[in-house]
């Protein structure tokens, strides 16, 4: 084997082990909240977790259109930095942010759920419904389901989905399945980029 293709090799090698730690660095395992038996970590406060929260919201925000004010109900551990960076994101005066049991009567935006596996994440949102109460008179929600995964700028919402109305929150044989799904999704992924990435001899 000549000293050209001993370098073209070894430079492939370098790329893809290179790869593979920015799927490391940049993303992991993640349950908010965390499910009893799930070593996962349960922390918003992890890059890949605050960052799929705070892509979600926007998301969410961005899809009801609220007119007038609104809060949105961020997890009671996610720290002033994040809760900033999660404002900034939405970017309307018309926002404001609470968490854990913060009283509000405005309309609201509920994160319920994010589930992150090396490069896929579910988050689930409760979306004020305009015009629509509950019984006891506060605004009904609807919840939605946003799915994300990670590339190279960052992550971003590949698709939704909406739930029925007066669903509060996802069965747990679904989050489990889901769980299940990102796994499998994640390990597909990595065995093909190792497939594709091997040198050719």
Known sequence: MNRERIAKCAG????????????????????????????????????????VIRRSVVAAVER???????????????????????????????????TGDEATDLPEFTVERAIVRVNHAE??????????????????????TYYLKSHFGGWSVERMRTWSVGVSERATADIKTAEQELRESAVAEEAETQSSDEPPF
Do not use: F, K
């Not at 082990?17 to 965390?34: H, I, K, M, Q, T």
């Not at 007038?68 to 900034?88: C, E, I, K, N, S």
């Not at 689930?124 to 939605?144: F, R």
């Open 64 to 98: 009801a259109n609220i007119d007038g004010r609104y809060a949105v109900r961020l997890p009671a551990t996610m720290d002033m930095t994040r809760r900033q960076r999660v404002l900034d994101a939405i970017d309307d005066a018309y926002a404001v942010i609470v």
């Open 12 to 51: 492939m090698v370098a790329a893809a082990v290179a790869v593979g730690l920015v799927g490391v660095g940049c993303a992991g395992y993640g349950n908010y909240p965390n499910d009893e038996g799930y070593r996962a970590l349960d922390s918003p406060n992890t890059p890949h977790m605050s960052e």
């Open 123 to 144: 988050v689930d949102i409760a979306i004020p419904v305009e015009g629509m109460l509950w019984p006891d008179g506060t605004e009904a929600q609807q919840l939605t």
